[in-house]
């Protein structure tokens, strides 16, 4: 009876079974696959076991795309929750026209990374960007990016992070709305200070979606693509390369599918263990504050 | 424990007043309970005092300290919200401890302060847990709790009970006099129930538009109203209206009467013969039967009978289709649709514009 109706639903599940096999289950697979293969155009796949995972991680460009994927995300992320917070208390306190800033604070959101790549690489042109000529006018130095691999990074990450604000933000801000104002009311009565009431009051109870916003950043910027590719493509000499663009490059570039897809695999495991650790914080936390 | 003192006390939020000049003078050791309809104005004057909330004009002396313009934590002052508003990441232990580790108190004098707080309102077991892990009673105790701790010169308490079911309401009720007894401290109550008003009170403030409407002690507002909108509010069920017109007047009583009652001498306040008046009775003092020799009487179709146990209520139309509301502590034989007629003791009645 039982089996019954299992063979009965397995119908109407079917679609998103194979949609999940199609789109998600089976390219995993292969990649996997691949992974353990030299693979190229034109010559059949070998067995190479885990040769291509000793390859790319023994790979100075890829330790270099690590690197700076890891300053990318350590830099970007942290300075963003930063500026995210201090603008969602900002907007909290009452700001006035905060409709028409918010408007303003969320509209890079809405912008094509594409569109806002070749807007910064505009404004920031060496020669005649306009934010270039502010800095030399203020007498700072200009950010010479498409030549100095540093500078690069800083403008890849300034980028980034005025990309993704908004997403930071607006969690922030939502969970900052939601604690009540009696609460702030109750601290002021108690004695607490503005700034006591910011530590003991509204980082505590923020806690929760302070995680969440890191968790996803964390996990967004460890696969930053196009803000690199579309403002260096990796250089000067792979010297701005993340680890995506260094799997680009090995698929695309050099053909060597095998590499490329030990490569993807090292990401994907990455990753995980970052959302391992954070969904392990995040649940002590809840628990900690248990509604 | 500190006295107050309300002086010309003003507050407008934009064009709009809200407080439109409170006096008012609070004894030290005091229960002052606000009350009010909503929009009153009873919570901004709670806000006010407690410091939540500028004043616009006028001073408040706390403890004979001039507080206009002192943040809340320099007034001594502690305050009960209606919502309650524990700090949900702490334990009952920090979220009542929390104003004294603020101002650095030595570990073990908070350790005492706390745990004779926990003592005084028997919850002692509930130290270790998270207010989402308490009930709404409990979490109003912590919140009491929390301004026990503090040893504050006035308890400021906001609606503190509208939260709860009508049982643990009166339970609560009958703790915070209690607290008020053991405690002897300053205590300014906001409340819209004048039933929390009349029992808890020693002196009763009510307020109608941003204005004192009158202060007294309860059975004082109940027996000696000073205008409709006292006389309206204190009571249930509340008082009746009878438009009457002034015959004559004799020192201090007036004569009045109606269409549907001949004429009584009921004490009077600025009335002169001719004058359209009010004729407030209390729905208590109409006692069923006929009128003897100079009392009132009031008679009609009886529209609504109401048998609450204790007492039984009753409406009546009178012959000028007035609604007349009696409360008669017997259960008597009457039935919708017949008639009554009910008498009264015009010293129990009064007269207002």
């Known amino acids: 009876m039982r089996l019954n109706k299992i063979t009965e639903a397995i119908p109407f599940l079917a679609p998103v079974q194979i949609l999940i096999l199609s789109v998600i289950v089976i390219p995993s697979l292969y990649v996997i696959w691949l992974s353990l293969n030299a693979s190229s155009f034109g010559q059949s796949a070998t067995f190479v076991g885990l040769d291509n995972y000793i390859q790319v991680l023994s790979d100075p460009a890829f330790l270099r795309a690590l690197g700076n ?150 996990i967004f910027a460890f696969r930053i693509f196009s803000e690199v590719w579309l403002m260096t493509q990796g250089g000067p000499a792979r010297s701005t390369e993340v680890v995506a663009v260094y799997l680009y490059q090995e698929a695309f570039s050099y053909n060597a599918f095998g590499t490329a897809a030990a490569t993807a695999w090292i990401m994907v495991l990455a990753s995980l263990l970052l959302a391992t650790g954070y969904v392990f914080l995040l649940r002590k936390q809840v628990a900690g504050n248990a509604h | 424990m500190a006295s107050l003192s309300l002086a010309g006390l003003k507050k407008s939020f934009g064009a709009v007043d809200v407080i439109k000049g409170v006096d008012l003078e609070v004894k030290d050791g005091e229960f002052v309970v606000f009350v009010g309809p909503s929009g009153c104005g009873k919570s901004t004057l709670l806000r006010m005092i407690a410091g939540l909330e500028e004043i616009s004009g006028g001073e408040l002396h706390i403890g004979g300290r001039l507080c206009n313009d002192l943040e809340p934590r320099e007034r001594e002052i502690a305050m009960v919200f209606q919502s309650y508003a524990l700090y949900p990441h702490m334990t009952v232990y920090d979220n009542m401890g929390f104003g004294l580790s603020l101002n650095k108190t030595p570990k073990t004098e908070l350790d005492a302060r706390v745990r004779e707080a926990a003592r005084i309102l028997k919850m002692e077991h509930l130290l270790e847990r998270k207010p989402s892990q308490l009930s709404g009673g409990q979490r109003q105790r912590v919140a009491i709790g929390r301004a026990i701790v503090r040893k504050p010169g006035v308890f400021l308490f906001d609606e503190p009970l509208s939260n709860l079911d009508a049982a643990l309401r009166v339970d609560m009720r009958m703790e915070l006099a209690k607290l008020h007894r053991e405690l002897g401290a300053t205590m300014i109550y906001v409340t819209h129930d004048q039933i929390e008003a009349m029992t808890l009170a020693d002196k009763i403030v009510v307020l109608d538009g941003g204005l004192v409407q009158q202060v007294g002690s309860p059975m004082e507002l109940y027996k000696n109203p000073v205008n409709k909108f006292v006389a309206g509010f204190i009571g249930a069920p509340k008082m009746n209206f009878l438009p009457v017109k002034v015959q004559s007047v004799q020192g201090d009583m007036a004569s009045v009467a109606s269409e549907a009652m001949g004429p009584i001498l009921v004490r009077s306040r600025g009335f002169k013969s001719g004058d359209s008046a009010l004729l407030g ?58 008639t009554a007629e009910f008498q009264f003791a015009p010293a129990s009645a009064h007269l207002f514009h």
């Open chain 1, 69 to 218: 994927t890891v300053m990318i995300v350590i830099f970007a992320v942290h300075l963003e929750l930063a500026l995210g917070l201090g603008m969602a208390l900002l907007f909290a306190s009452g700001l006035p026209g905060r409709r028409v800033l918010l408007v303003a604070v969320l509209a890079p959101y809405a912008v094509s990374e594409v569109i806002a790549v070749a807007m910064w690489r505009f404004l920031f042109d060496p020669d005649v960007g306009p934010v270039t000529a502010m800095l030399s006018w203020l007498g700072l130095p200009m950010l010479d990016w498409s030549f100095e691999p540093s500078h690069a990074l800083i403008m890849i990450g300034l980028l980034t992070i005025w990309l993704h604000l908004p997403f930071t933000f607006i969690i922030l801000y939502a969970a900052r709305l939601a604690i009540p104002k009696d609460l702030y009311e109750a601290a002021r009565i108690d004695g607490a200070t503005p700034f006591d009431a910011f530590k003991k009051v509204t980082m505590p109870l923020l806690g929760p979606a302070i995680v969440v916003a890191l968790l996803f950043r964390y």
């Open chain 2, 281 to 338: 009775i209390r729905p208590q003092y109409l006692k069923p039967g006929k009128a003897a020799e100079g009392e009132g009487s009031i008679g009609g179709k009886i529209v609504l009978v109401e048998r609450l146990g204790t007492e039984t209520i009753i409406a009546i139309d009178t012959p000028a289709n007035e609604r007349v509301v009696a409360s008669v502590p017997v259960d008597m034989e009457l039935s919708f649709g017949g």
